[in-house]
């Protein structure tokens, strides 16, 4: 493993940094520095520039023009100046080597790590060259590789999914301290019980942190071990204020987490500056929550004047509204079955809220609610976005969402039966303060085949062109769905 000395400095210092004290070890791989020792691949393997002049090589086959290839590289660690390059080759017929793409920065996430999404123009031998940029290049890092557009990312259970997000979105935390790559703030919610987290997204975003998942009797070690992480250069070098959030009372977040909060350096630190809230944001019940987690992002980012109206019991459907609502700064408020909770009302009227859309069908969300909707705001305020399943709900938001401003040619696919993996998804649309994210809708699929809706947005839309993720692991979204939904690009024409 790579050991790092850390060098914390003062505010208005010129910061902090990690510097390798302990030299990077060779890869399995190694050696594969030129071309005619680049190795095949798995779809996921582990990777290091172990000296400034180490680069790393893969070869892959096409077989079909039009084949396409998504590659992604995330840092895990590295010193200071650790910064990727991706080059992507053809071998030609002279055995010569002509460069078809490349890859200078990620176009999703404020880090130096790469992504190529690519469509092959003939059959033939390719390979994939990583690099460092300059001199000092050494660190750590995963490649991600598959035909199609998307790839998977999952932890090894609900909890370590939503520490997986947090690191593909702050992978720089790892090294550039002193570049201003840090969070405001982190959000923390039930991995029990799903009623907070639905408006938890939107406050995620605005703070620029994840959305991570308390169990029944505290935090995981893995999460308390990324908190430390995405808070250290906020803490040491820039002493920016930040606040951790905990959504829900005690019962669906135990107290005990704010015991561990406190015990990790980081927050205690700078609790001891002063500089540094735990606020625990918990209503009577999840809809007097659901306002104050409203209340709360309009006091951090502001909101719009546009509301989400999701019944209090149908996660399914504040998931796939987590991607319009990050996207527009717009709050998800909860509202029970028949009539429209009197905490959403009074919310609608302090928040200033004009226009309200009501989140899937009837059966969740009453005609009755719509009609109290309608009462405060006009009827051609109030509009409802649902479908015959929830699925097909999804499908209705995603498109709402592509007439508001998102990419429909990119997407995030999560499980509609699994709620843990697809709540935590909603902070990857966008980060405020970054202006960064997936800029695309949420949708939902079945876990084991990939559903009709998400096939049939596809065809409406074109063929996605740009990477994708798959959210949670095989138990909440298969293989097969995973590879029946990288096969839609070649089946459906842009």
Same mark, same amino acid.
């Not at 009462?375 to 051609?380: I, R």
């Given at each position: ?32 520095? &030129? ?8 779809? &996921? ?27 992604? &590289? ?58 460092? +940029? ?35 979105? %702050? ?5 550039? +301290?002193?570049?201003?790559? %840090? ?61 951790? +959030? ?5 019962? *669906?977040?135990?107290? *005990?987490?704010?015991? $561990?909060?406190? @015990? ?43 509301? +989400? ?27 029970? $079955? ?52 929830? %699925? ?5 938001? @995603? ?31 966008? $980060?405020?303060? *970054? ?60």
């Amino acid at each position: 493993m790579m050991v790092s000395s850390v060098a914390f400095a003062k505010p208005g210092d010129s910061g902090i940094s990690t510097q390798a004290t302990v030299s990077v070890p060779a890869d399995s791989w190694e050696s594969d520095d &030129t071309s005619t020792t680049a190795r095949t691949l798995p779809k &996921t393997s582990y990777h290091t520039l172990d000296s400034w002049t180490d680069t790393d090589w893969m070869k892959f086959s096409v077989s079909a023009t039009g084949t396409p290839f998504v590659f992604e &590289t995330q840092i895990t660690e590295g010193n200071t100046y650790f910064d990727l390059y991706m080059y992507l080759y053809k071998l030609e017929a002279d055995g010569s080597l002509t460069e078809v793409e490349s890859s200078d920065d990620h176009s999703y996430w404020s880090a130096y790590s790469e992504f190529i999404q690519w469509e092959a123009s003939s059959p033939g031998t390719y390979f994939l060259e990583v690099t460092g +940029y300059g001199d000092g290049e050494t660190g750590m890092y995963t490649l991600h590789w598959d035909k199609g557009f998307a790839r998977r990312i999952a932890g090894a259970d609900r909890y370590r999914t939503g520490v997986e997000i947090s690191k593909l979105m %702050y992978q720089m935390y790892h090294t550039y +301290y002193d570049y201003g790559f %840090y969070t405001s703030g982190v959000v923390i919610t039930s991995g029990s019980s799903p009623a907070d987290a639905l408006a938890g997204g939107l406050l995620a975003s605005s703070v620029d942190g994840p959305l991570l998942l308390s169990g029944p009797t505290g935090l995981s070690a893995e999460t308390r071990a990324e908190i430390s992480r995405i808070l250290r250069p906020a803490v040491y070098y820039d002493n920016s204020p930040l606040t951790i +959030y905990i959504l829900g009372g005690t019962v *669906a977040v135990p107290s *005990a987490v704010e015991t $561990q909060l406190r @015990a990790i350096p980081e927050v205690a630190a700078s609790l001891k500056e002063e500089n540094l809230e735990i606020v625990r944001l918990s209503g009577a019940n999840r809809y007097e929550t659901a306002a104050m987690v409203a209340e709360a992002v309009d006091s951090v980012a502001g909101i719009t004047d546009t509301a +989400y109206i999701v019944g209090g019991t149908a996660w399914a459907d504040g998931v796939a509204v987590g991607a319009p609502s990050v996207y527009m700064g717009s709050p998800v408020l909860l509202t029970a $079955q028949g009539s429209l909770s009197p905490e959403a009302a009074q919310a609608i009227d302090d928040l200033g809220i004009t226009t309200a859309y009501v989140i899937g069908g009837e059966a969740v969300v009453s005609s009755d609610v719509e009609d109290d909707l309608v009462d405060m705001l006009g009827a051609a305020n109030v509009d409802r976005l649902s479908g015959g399943s929830r %699925y097909a709900t999804a499908w209705a938001v @995603a498109e709402h969402g592509v007439d508001i401003g998102l990419n429909a040619d990119r997407m995030i696919l999560v499980s509609g039966l699994n709620w843990p993996d697809a709540l935590v998804a909603a902070p990857m649309v966008y $980060q405020y303060g *970054a202006g960064n994210g997936v800029y695309g809708p949420i949708m939902l699929t079945s876990p084991t085949s990939l559903s009709g809706e998400v096939k049939a947005f596809v065809e409406d839309h074109g063929q996605p062109d740009s990477l994708c993720y798959v959210v949670g692991g095989t138990s909440a979204v298969s293989d097969t769905v995973l590879n029946q939904f990288n096969a839609l690009r070649a089946s459906v024409p842009n």
